[in-house]
């Protein structure tokens, strides 16, 4: 990938024949490059036959052997329930010291000479978002970086006018450029991202949200976290957290939801070295590693996720630092539900991917990182899907008792289900609590006591991304922003105050 840079007179690039060379490249470059490597086609040969077969032997089970069939069945999901838990309390109880994070003190930031800062770019794709452009400028001027090395790319669909002509309303190329990302398929973030990475000038690339608002040391932050760590770091995690975390029960959930995951989850990873699925946003990179292995892929709806597996794959890491970006939580359900199985379609679609050749990536990533890339990208969504099966069985068993049900659960099945059910349960409450300490605000002690409402809404939107997956993989459901009910919702004085390395520990 490479370009010339765009300047602010001219948004749309430097020819008309750059234009056409960048969206080729930004839609067909990964999949021409390394067409394993790409989610165009959602199942390759094999996968789509192993498929086929099992859904064939399961339903010849079911009509003649139908006990035995549920008793495999049953014993398999329970022996998947176990290791994942039993793999997230490991990764979770890392995650859990002080030095499992990356520490950047202010004024270790602030030492930085100017002229030793790294050139910096900052990808912000957008598209239909007018709500929160006045928020985006403000959120770029409190960076505290030198604006000589600081490059701001808006990147925007060419025939979205409404955000277009807000952009230029509010007078958004005072701080940042706009680039016109022409329209084609696929219509996703991932391709605006490649598209932009044509115009970027930076060393080190990263991407917000429109709505985002990194703490204004951030970048400072990074740069001194790369200078601190080899060269095999390719990419350092900030933490992102919700600021609007008070606004209904959906946004607590999911406030506690990010505690736990950027807070401890995501360092206990780092720890182990396994591949760690990326945040959508505040995600940094070096270029040149970035460049080298694809850039994001433009048909997978969680480019994140995937990315984060290649870093891994091609022998590099990710750091994750104790710097928090506030983002908007989603406050309407049917908005999360559009987001959730969007997320879910994905990590199944980067687990398809990266799995076409299971042998290849055991041998690159080792045996213990090939499985917690399987419980992680795979188990999460399937999981989340079998937790209907298996609430259903439960209601059932408690009003009747069945004999059916108790045929399928002998001893050697029933007792590790119900420690996954009484335990499990137990420690993911208990996991949610650290996190609503991290979000420093006690009233979301109410969201982890209600968080099995939560867990059914997973399901549904589990099972949706499945069915997406099988009739439309790489179809962007949009989310949108602006949803907060007074406008934006600062986070409290204690949440405020978790974001200074090493407070919350």
Known sequence: MGGGPVTRSDPGGPT???RVAALHDAVNGLRDRDPSASAAVAFVPWQRNLLIVLSLVSLVGLLF???????????????????????????FRRGLPADAIMTVSDEEARAIPDAELPAYTVLVPAYNETEVIGQLIAAMNALDYPREKLQVLLLLEEDDSTTIEAARAADVEEIATVVLVPAAEPRTKPKACNYGLHFATGEIVTIYDAEDIPEPLQLRRVAATFAMLDERVACVQAKLAYRNGRQNLLTGWFTVEYGVWFSYLLPGLMHFKAPIPLGGTSNHLRRSVLEEIGAWDPFNVTE??????????????TAVLDSTTFEEAN????????????????YLQSWLVHTRKPVRLWREIGAWSFIRFTLLLAGTPIIACLNLVFWFITVTWLLGQPLA????????????ALICLVLGNAATIYMNLIGCREAGDPK???ACLTVPIYWLMMSIAAVKGVWQLLRNPSYWEKTFHGL??????????????????????
């Open 16 to 18: 008309p024949e750059f």
């Open 65 to 91: 052997f139908p006990v035995g069939t549920l008793t495999i069945a049953t014993g398999v999901s329970t022996v998947a329930y176990v290791l994942t838990l039993g793999d997230r309390l490991v990764i």
């Open 304 to 317: 994140d996720a995937d990315l984060g597996v290649r870093i891994a794959v091609r022998g590099y890491t």
């Open 331 to 346: 406050s309407d359900p049917i908005n999360w539900l559009r987001q959730r199985s969007r997320w879910y379609k994905g």
């Open 405 to 416: 049900i108790g045929q399928i659960f002998p001893s050697v099945i029933y007792y590790p």
């Open 444 to 446: 979301l002690v109410w």
């Open 484 to 505: 907060e009910s007074s406008g934006v919702i600062e986070p409290t004085p204690e949440a405020a105050a978790t974001t200074q390395a090493g407070a919350r520990r």
